[in-house]
């Protein structure tokens, strides 16, 4: 009897053992930790378990959200790795989808201050999270079907807070791109996200693991895999970034008995090196969520065993490489139009489009810097898709930034730009350059942009800098220029990489000598000067470029003026300058230069005439850096110049460099090809990428003479 009631339970344990379980999976939140999370669930689905709802947090939701659309965690591993995390933790659009007026001014401030009717605002975050949304759209593209997360291929939710009322929400339905965004939303790095006229941030902030929220769903059994960081000593508290994730972590650490006991599985990775941005770590941190999820193997395998629901196909709603554009809708406008919007974006209706030609087209659209956030979404149609392109304008057009430089040629400067979009007419761009110092310059422009129908544009221009007068390579004495221009001119843009156009330039020149000197004579002077230029600009970075070629050429004739009734007769020069950057491996670029120039007519006045020397940049006229020389050093009427820059990124915002130039500087063009003179010039350097912009220091010499000049700038170049 006994024999037979011991069978009858192994029975009845075995049958209670073998049944179909609902199992959930909760992942925290924690940034680039998160990719921890990749390796369990590559050993989740090694050890046959079958998922049947996910819970997330911030990165946690991201990751959860691709698994629970079909993404396999291989799948996820590859598309995440791929993403550039510089670019979307900066918010920075690349240089070469920005539009042709602001890739000119790129890289020059280190802040910017939104201005509305109440004045200068203090920014919410550091950024609006624009490449967030763009990765969160591709991603997402095929979840159109299911507004409804429960109906997802393996149901989901995902939390953020009020900032308001600092409640939770938790995220079910409706567009699984927005919820993303607000639950991944983390204070002061990204903006809060506007969503039903509420506004929200990351989820962490009140519940960085969902496990009570998982509770409800009416699970069997709950595997978590939690990135969260308990509370670390004063030692480990030595960064910004450090700081704020120890301020979410003091309800983290409230939590850490309810979350442990409430996960039947608890899968936490510690990983000391890894942070919320620690992106370069990738393969490590996947690597140590693997390592960790296997010490539970045995629980996993058996759970696995036990639970003998049928198992179910989970389809794929994984975004295609190219879709058939049957219309393309944009919503969200209030002052700009549709034509403006699918012109910028480029990407045609009854065409077929790829996502890589799609995200240029959303770069190009959002380098406009009319948008706080671009995103897209599709939707079929009779005949392939209708592309939404869903847009949140900015509710100010004006804004204020700020910068510093420093440079052996202009000293010290605070750089000030009062920028003011849509004055007057849509799509026009007035622009107010300072650079406040001993020797202060400045600039005023405005122009509107109509693609390639030709337009009416203004600028003035005040230029001032002191220069050595040079004789048989000795310092004479000092002077100051000052210069003061008012140009007029129509210009056309295309692809907003080219600009060609023309105009006019009234030009009044003052130098004085700082001390008296027999042979000089104050010159003041006025000018009148007619010219055309071509301009094509495809660096991808302004300081550092890696790929892109730089081309400008311009003629102009130049006129000395008495007012405007007597002008002399007038010269003029043509000028050519040809850049190329080209990466080399992966921490080496080069980046070349041709330039040439050649005055036609009279000989000019001392302003117009071709100066070379020094290492700077922003210099006006046929001013040329020349390494090897002193500012203003060398000067004649015709040029060749060929430049090579040698870069090479030792680590991270790091980088050393070889520079070497070599010029013919003739009186005629027939003396360039007859002389044997030949300058040269070389120059061994190390910039640090700083958050205020490139520090630099550089020694140079040349084999012309014995002498030996460190060239040192601060900050960005104006």
């Known amino acids: 009897m006994k024999k037979l009631t011991l069978i009858l339970l192994l029975s009845f344990g075995l049958q209670a053992q073998q049944e179909d379980l609902k199992i959930g999976l909760v992942l925290s939140g924690g940034g680039a930790k998160c990719m921890a999370q990749i390796g369990a669930l590559k050993v989740i689905e090694e050890a046959g378990i079958q998922l049947d709802y996910i819970g997330g947090t911030s990165m946690g939701a991201i990751v959860g959200a ?30 070469n989808r920005l539009s042709f007026f602001d890739r000119k001014a790129d890289s020059r401030y280190v802040l910017s201050f939104p201005i509305d009717s109440s004045g200068v605002k203090i920014p ?64 002061s790095l990204f903006t809060p996200y506007l969503f039903e006229d509420s506004l929200y941030i990351d989820g962490g902030v009140v519940m960085n693991y969902p496990i ?63 942070g919320i941005t620690t992106f370069e770590l990738f393969d490590e941190i996947v690597a140590a969520g693997e390592a960790e999820a296997r010490k539970h193997w045995d629980d996993l395998v058996a759970l696995a065993e036990r639970d003998k ?39 045609r209706e009854e065409r077929v489009c790829s996502i890589d030609r799609l995200e240029k087209g959303l770069d190009q659209l959002y380098g406009t810097q009319y948008f706080n956030n671009i995103d897209y979404t599709l939707i079929p149609a009779d005949t392939g898709y209708t592309l939404n392109i869903n847009l949140r304008e900015k509710d100010y057009f004006q804004s204020l930034k700020v910068g510093i430089n420093y440079s052996d040629d202009f000293n010290a400067a605070l750089l000030v730009n009062y920028t003011n979009r849509n004055l007057l007419f849509k799509n026009s761009r007035l622009s107010v350059d300072l650079a406040l110092g001993d020797m202060p310059r400045g600039e005023i422009s405005y122009f509107v942009d109509r693609g390639f129908i030709p337009t009416l544009g203004l600028k003035l221009r005040s230029y001032r800098f002191r220069y050595q007068n040079y004789q048989n390579r000795i310092a004479q004495n000092e002077r100051i220029y000052q210069d003061y221009s008012l ?19 009234i030009e009044d020149i003052g130098i004085t000598q700082n001390f008296d000197a027999a042979n000089f004579e104050r010159f003041q002077k006025g000018f009148i000067n007619y010219y055309g230029f071509i301009d094509f600009d495809s660096f991808d970075d302004a300081n550092f470029p890696k790929s892109g070629i730089q081309l400008n050429a311009s003629y102009r004739i130049i006129a000395e003026r008495d007012g405007f009734e007597v ?79 040698l870069n090479y990124e030792a680590f991270k915002n790091h980088y050393f460099h070889l520079k070497a130039n070599f010029a013919k500087l003739e009186p005629t063009l027939e003396d360039i090809f007859a002389s044997d003179i030949l300058l040269d010039g070389y120059s061994l350097g190390y910039t640090y990428n700083s958050i205020i912009g490139p520090m630099e220091l550089n020694v140079a010499g040349s084999t012309n003479h014995d002498d030996i000049y460190a060239y040192v700038r601060l900050g960005f170049w104006f």
């Open 487 to 505: 140009d007029i001119f129509l210009q056309s843009t295309w692809r907003d990489a080219y600009a060609i156009g023309g105009g006019l330039q």
């Open 66 to 95: 691709m698994y629970s659309l079909g993404y396999s965690a291989n799948e996820i591993e590859k598309y995440l790795s791929q993403v550039n995390w510089d670019a979307l933790l900066s918010n920075e659009v690349p240089r």
């Open 309 to 347: 629901g049928p198992k179910r196909k989970i389809e794929k709603a994984l975004p295609k490489e190219e879709f058939y554009v049957h219309h393309i809708q944009v919503n969200g406008l209030q002052s700009l139009t549709s034509n403006f919007v699918k012109g910028k974006l480029r990407v």
């Open 124 to 187: 919410r975050g550091v950024n609006f999270a624009q490449y967030i949304m763009k990765e969160l759209s591709t991603i997402t593209q095929q979840s159109y079907p299911y507004i409804d997360f429960s109906e997802l291929p393996i149901p989901f939710f995902c939390v953020a807070t009020n900032l308001e009322t600092g409640h939770l929400r938790t995220f079910e339905q409706g567009r699984l791109i927005d919820a993303l965004r607000a639950s991944s939303a983390f204070p």
């Open 567 to 645: 002008f002399r007769e007038p010269s003029s020069i043509i000028d050519l300058s040809l850049r190329q950057a080209v990466a080399i491996g992966k921490n080496w670029s080069l980046v070349s230069r041709l330039y040439g120039a050649s005055t036609i007519g009279p000989g000019l006045d001392e302003p117009y005439r071709i100066h070379l020397g020094s290492m700077g940049q922003s210099y006006i006229n046929y001013i040329q850096p020349f390494i090897g020389y002193r500012f203003w050093e060398l000067s004649g009427r015709n040029l060749v110049m060929v430049r090579a820059d």
């Open 212 to 274: 009570t929220t998982m509770t409800e769903k009416g699970m069997d059994f709950i595997i978590g895999v939690d990135m969260q960081d308990y509370l670390n000593d004063r030692s480990e508290l030595n960064s910004v970034v450090r700081v704020l994730e120890q301020t979410s972590a003091f309800l983290n650490s409230r939590n850490l008995g309810l979350s442990k006991n409430l996960s039947d599985i608890w899968i936490t990775p510690k990983i000391p090196e890894a």
